[in-house]
């Protein structure tokens, strides 16, 4: 087994299964995980997607035995059919999607986490971004997440230097949402995952747009971009919900739309 999907109570989990290889994902696998990433968007029972690994290690990036043979045409053609597809499908989701990240997250590994919106981690977490050992450059979004997470010199010292980041460093950084105890990785997990899926999932989804969007124009094109999206979460059911509780005094019961 390579993989597990399933969804449960509002969760969707992804299971990042081939310890053998350090959880590297070759070129089926990068698909495989693109579907299921697309498969939970759209399905409406999904509330949120939780992405977990088995082992001592979250995922090792991309599997290089896949690349021999490639021209640019066929490389590129790879790309987006794969990791490409994968991290901009976790980025674009309109709900959110939580990694939780034991042992090293390397290049695509680590993209996968930073394209989530929660990353929770425990002490044994590390991340690198190995492509100047190389001779690469940074894939999957890789330098635009840094870019955005850790700001502009930071993310050039990381990727120039290809150094690992342990956990207490990736948290000061920016890179993880925040460290737990070893023992406790899975428990919280689970509290963040079903706290969110008891959550306004449309709300959620289109909060994500807006700060996803919120770095890139001007604040005069935000603020446009703002004006389409706000006036209609106010016609939602989770709004109606979400209020009555508030002047009721209880906790709300969202439905997700």
Same mark, same amino acid.
């Given at each position: 087994?390579?993989? =597990?999907?399933?969804?449960?109570?509002?969760?969707?989990?992804?299971?990042?299964?081939? +310890?053998?290889?350090?959880?590297?994902?070759?070129?089926?696998?990068?698909?495989?995980?693109?579907?299921?990433?697309?498969?939970?968007?759209?399905? +409406?029972?999904?509330?949120?997607?939780?992405?977990?690994?088995?082992?001592?290690?979250?995922?090792?990036?991309?599997?290089?035995?896949?690349?021999?043979?490639?021209?640019?045409?066929?490389?590129?053609?790879?790309?987006?059919?794969?990791?490409?597809?994968?991290?901009?499908?976790?980025?674009?989701?309109?709900?959110?999607?939580?990694?939780?990240?034991?042992?090293?997250?390397?290049?695509?590994?680590?993209?996968?986490?930073?394209?989530?919106?929660?990353?929770?981690?425990?002490?044994?977490?590390?991340?690198?971004?190995?492509?100047?050992?190389?001779?690469?450059?940074?894939?999957?979004?890789?330098?635009?997440?840094?870019?955005?997470?850790?700001?502009?010199?930071?993310?050039?010292?990381?990727?120039?230097?290809?150094?690992?980041?342990? &956990?207490?460093?990736?948290?000061?950084?920016?890179?993880?949402?925040?460290?737990? &105890?070893?023992?406790?990785?899975?428990?919280?997990?689970?509290?963040? =995952?079903?706290?969110?899926?008891?959550?306004?999932?449309?709300?959620?989804?289109?909060?994500?747009?807006?700060?996803?969007?919120?770095?890139?124009?001007?604040?005069?094109?935000?603020?446009?971009?703002?004006?389409?999206?706000?006036?209609?979460?106010?016609?939602?059911?989770?709004?109606?919900?979400?209020?009555?509780?508030?002047?009721?005094?209880?906790? +709300?019961?969202?439905?997700?739309?």
């Amino acid at each position: 087994m390579t993989f =597990a999907y399933s969804v449960q109570d509002g969760i969707g989990r992804l299971v990042i299964d081939r +310890p053998e290889r350090r959880n590297a994902l070759d070129a089926e696998m990068r698909t495989w995980m693109a579907d299921r990433v697309d498969e939970a968007a759209g399905d +409406p029972t999904v509330r949120v997607l939780l992405i977990t690994a088995t082992g001592d290690t979250f995922c090792s990036g991309a599997d290089l035995g896949q690349f021999k043979g490639e021209s640019i045409p066929s490389s590129r053609r790879r790309m987006l059919h794969g990791g490409l597809r994968l991290v901009r499908g976790l980025w674009e989701m309109e709900k959110p999607a939580v990694a939780v990240v034991r042992g090293a997250a390397i290049g695509l590994g680590a993209a996968i986490a930073l394209s989530c919106d929660q990353i929770v981690a425990d002490t044994t977490a590390r991340y690198a971004f190995t492509y100047a050992r190389v001779g690469l450059v940074p894939d999957t979004g890789a330098a635009y997440l840094l870019t955005r997470q850790m700001g502009l010199l930071r993310a050039k010292s990381l990727l120039f230097s290809s150094r690992f980041v342990d &956990a207490a460093e990736a948290l000061s950084l920016g890179l993880v949402s925040e460290v737990v &105890a070893d023992a406790d990785l899975a428990t919280r997990a689970e509290t963040i =995952a079903r706290e969110l899926a008891a959550g306004p999932t449309f709300g959620l989804g289109m909060m994500k747009r807006l700060l996803h969007r919120a770095a890139e124009p001007s604040l005069a094109d935000f603020m446009e971009y703002e004006a389409l999206i706000a006036p209609q979460m106010r016609f939602t059911e989770d709004y109606v919900e979400g209020t009555s509780a508030f002047r009721e005094k209880r906790t +709300p019961q969202f439905k997700g739309y």
